[in-house]
């Protein structure tokens, strides 16, 4: 088992500039959720999905979308990048849906300039 | 909604010693799950230790046990034998045990030194 895998772990964009970052997960999880982690913020939840073809909004939904089309995959789009948006994302996933432990890929750092 | 609260925002600790990190949260739920994750340098988030809310028996794994107070709504984290291996930052977070809420909510965060 890979468990979450994120790709790329690094990533430098310029302000206005769009991309994908990857997420994927071999353990047949039902819940897959995007988080962002800023300077003394914690973890903040952007997206996310309870199956496929079923995704709903976090706390921080504003500038990117998200889609799921199979399970395993949970890609989150950023459609105009802007330099709010430098941080260190990750992608979390559970099985169940109520109080099933949440585990986390190695996160993407971004930076806009 | 649900709050997480870590009043420490730093922490240190001499190797092989024992340190308390704190965590209160807020919450009207009877069911839910409370987490303690580690990220260290690398920043990898790795799961320390989880207890169900209607589980009197704290959780313990290895070093790590919790002191669950769930009428005081304080769960906190206490690594006995402190190595330097410890060092990170400690994430305390909820999870309710109610269908159609499955949002993760963390603190903002302790980060524990381990002097040797």
């Known amino acids: 088992n890979a468990g979450v895998t994120q790709t790329p772990k690094f990533q430098v964009l310029k302000t206005g500039q769009s991309m994908t970052l990857q997420c994927a997960q071999d353990?047949?999880?039902?819940?897959m959720s995007w988080y962002r982690q800023d300077p003394g913020m914690g973890l903040r939840l952007i997206h996310y999905s309870v199956g496929a073809g079923i995704t709903d909004q976090g706390e921080v939904p504003n500038g990117y979308n998200v889609s799921r089309s199979t399970t395993e995959d949970f890609p989150l789009r950023l459609l105009s990048a802007a330099p709010s948006q430098t941080s260190v994302y990750f992608c979390?996933?559970?099985?169940?849906?109520?109080?099933?432990?949440?585990?986390f890929g190695p996160g993407t750092r971004l930076t806009v300039l | 909604a649900q709050t997480v609260t870590q009043s420490q925002p730093e922490m240190s600790v001499q190797e092989a010693e024992t340190v308390t990190l704190s965590c209160t949260y807020d919450?009207?739920?009877?069911?839910?799950?409370l987490f303690w994750y580690k990220q260290p340098p690398s920043r990898q988030m790795i799961l320390v230790i989880r207890?169900?809310?209607?589980?009197?028996q704290n959780a313990t794994e290895n070093r790590f046990s919790v002191n669950f107070q769930k009428a005081a709504k304080s769960f906190s984290l206490k690594i006995s034998d402190s190595q330097l291996g410890d060092a990170a930052m400690y994430f305390c977070?909820?999870?309710?045990?109610?269908?159609?809420?499955?949002?993760?909510?963390f603190g903002k965060g302790t980060l524990l030194t381990v002097n040797p």
């Open positions: 353990m047949n999880h039902e819940y």
């Open positions: 977070a909820y999870r309710s045990g109610r269908g159609g809420n499955y949002k993760l909510t």
């Open positions: 919450t009207s739920e009877s069911d839910y799950y």
């Open positions: 979390a996933s559970s099985w169940g849906l109520a109080g099933g432990t949440q585990y």
């Open positions: 207890q169900e809310a209607y589980k009197q």
